[in-house]
């Protein structure tokens, strides 16, 4: 089974940028569907993005529409989350996930495997 350790949060202005990295092993990198969650204190987690195997289409949250991209290296068994123009409600831990099916990719329970979470502060 895959998995999965995310790196690149850190602390940001609002309106600056970063860009998450998720780095997979020990498993077929493109046989999965990649996804982004992030949870902020005292909330639930919720969904950021998915992307398919290669990268073909993406799914994004209507709060970061037009803002954030993910994309995937499958060469490089990693999947990215570019974010730009960040608002202080970005806050939270970001988590990436996998599972191998194209369903639910909105609710956590659709992912089998996920890393452990990286921290993104905006400050205003």
């Known amino acids: 089974q895959v998995q999965l350790v995310e790196s690149g949060g850190g602390l940001v202005q609002a309106g600056g940028s970063l860009r998450l990295s998720c780095a997979a092993s020990?498993?077929?990198?493109?046989?999965?569907?990649m996804g982004w969650f992030r949870q902020a204190p005292g909330k639930e987690r919720e969904f950021v993005a998915a992307?398919?195997?290669?990268?073909?289409?993406?799914y994004y949250a209507d709060s970061v529409k037009g803002r954030f991209i993910t994309s995937r290296d499958n060469a490089k068994n990693t999947v990215y989350l570019q974010m730009n123009s960040l608002e202080p409600e970005d806050t939270a831990v970001y988590y990436c996930?996998?599972?191998?099916?194209?369903?639910?990719?909105?609710?956590?329970?659709?992912?089998?495997?996920w890393g452990q979470g990286t921290q993104v502060t905006v400050s205003s």
């Open positions: 996930a996998a599972t191998g099916r194209w369903l639910t990719l909105w609710v956590p329970e659709g992912y089998d495997v």
């Open positions: 992307i398919s195997w290669r990268g073909g289409t993406t």
């Open positions: 020990g498993g077929t990198f493109s046989s999965y569907v």
